[in-house]
């Protein structure tokens, strides 16, 4: 608008000049015409509009010219990994069976101009155990869930990084034999337009209604799709007609259906109400037992029962063990009547302590009645082994 103004007044100023100089022309030079004289007039009131055209052409041409970068920023733009994998390195068909994690040395970062989000991470997590993974705000929790699934790629020039499942490095593998073969519930949960049935079985591999009654039933559920009208009923976008704790649970009822070794629950809990919080640790304790289960929390009751805790930091791992006998670290399992040195801030300790006296108190006993019952369970396992034999 700016450009535009000035430019009118340009024309103002041509107009009036034409009109002086076709005046002066007419007395000094009464041969020519003035028919001529008034179409010269004519041309330069035109000039008005054509500037204008011009400037809106201008300013068109540097809007559409935005479409073009954004073609050639995708163009540009880093791309994913194969989804299949090469010939003669794709993972067994019953690949993972026993759901074991082993990572060594692992770096990530979102772009190559930021600092690292995980930075040197070791572990080891055994088939079949249930892992609470705890830390504070950019720990670098939801990162592992992204290295894991490969969302976020690894930086692999680290010398001696590697990340495997039951043996087989995740980094050769196609994202979609990597990703069909393990489930994930995030804290938002995933629901798309269409019935329950679709949402359950996206890839339609299940035939028998029975199984998908007994995975509702599982997760408490099924009362719920009975009265919606059963598996065919709406399920709308983004799952809009159920509630957020039920969008939960259909998540995990899906997960269920899958049968795969590895489930990682990425703050699965965050958003739902305790009553709901507990029908999903109770389905994951009984219906997903043998079973690799990462469970990210920031609940503490929610982790506290689990084989191990793997508590993060700034990127790294600052301890890994079981809750009881991480609760006993740092001056925790002293029975000295002296007040015990406050924690580090980061260490899975110093968290339970922030939770409060009372908070603390119920979580330690959690995590030692679960450590008992552990240990009672190792004990009867070889007596009854005897037994049968």
């Not at 995740?170 to 019935?195: A, C, E, K, N, Y």
């Not at 399920?235 to 259909?250: H, I, K, P, Y």
């Not at 009881?324 to 399992?333: A, D, I, R, S, Y």
């Not at 110093?350 to 552990?374: D, F, I, N, S």
């Amino acid at each position: 608008r700016w450009l535009g103004f000035w430019l009118d007044m340009l024309v103002v100023l041509m107009i009036g000049s034409a009109a002086f100089v076709s005046v002066a022309a007419n007395e000094l030079y009464s041969e020519i015409p003035g028919g001529l004289l008034g179409a010269a007039l004519t041309y330069v009131v035109l000039l008005a509009g054509l500037f204008q055209w011009s400037v809106r052409q201008s300013a068109e041409v540097e809007n559409q010219m935005v479409s073009v970068e954004r073609v050639l920023a995708y163009c540009r733009a880093p791309q994913e990994p194969p989804l299949e994998s090469a010939p003669g390195k794709a993972p067994p068909a019953d690949w993972p069976q026993r759901g074991e994690i082993v990572a060594k040395n692992v770096w990530a970062t979102y772009h190559p101009q930021l600092p690292p989000v995980l930075k040197g991470l070791t572990f080891t997590i055994q088939g079949g155990w249930r892992v609470g993974v705890v830390g504070r705000t950019g720990a670098g929790k939801s990162s592992l869930v992204g290295v894991l699934f490969r969302l976020l790629e690894r930086d692999g020039a680290r010398p001696g990084s590697a990340l495997a499942i039951d043996g087989v490095e995740t980094s050769g593998l196609g994202l979609h034999d990597l990703r069909l073969r393990m489930s994930v519930i995030p804290q938002t949960p995933f629901l798309f337009s269409g019935t329950v049935r679709e949402n359950l079985d996206p890839f339609d591999k299940i035939e028998d209604d029975g199984e998908f009654w007994s995975a509702l039933a599982a997760v408490r559920l099924d009362g719920a799709v009975k009265a919606q009208g059963g598996l065919g009923a709406s399920v709308a976008e983004g799952g809009g007609n159920w509630s957020v704790g039920q969008r939960q649970l259909l998540c995990l009822g899906r997960a269920l259906l899958a049968r795969h070794r590895v489930l990682v629950l990425d703050e699965a809990t965050a958003n739902v109400d305790l009553e709901t919080d507990g029908l999903i640790q109770d389905a994951v304790r009984t219906k997903f037992q043998g079973c690799t289960v990462i469970m990210i929390a920031h609940r503490l009751h929610t982790v506290i029962d689990c084989d191990q805790i793997l508590v993060l930091g700034d990127g790294r791992v600052v301890e890994q063990g079981a809750p009881h006998t991480l609760l006993q670290k740092h001056g925790g399992g002293g029975s000295s009547s002296k007040a015990a040195p406050p924690p580090p801030r980061h260490s899975f300790r110093g968290m339970v302590e922030e939770a409060g006296p009372q908070a603390a108190a119920e979580l330690r006993r959690l995590a030692r009645e679960h450590h008992e019952a552990r240990q009672r369970r190792k004990a009867a396992t070889p007596a009854a082994v005897v037994g049968s034999s």
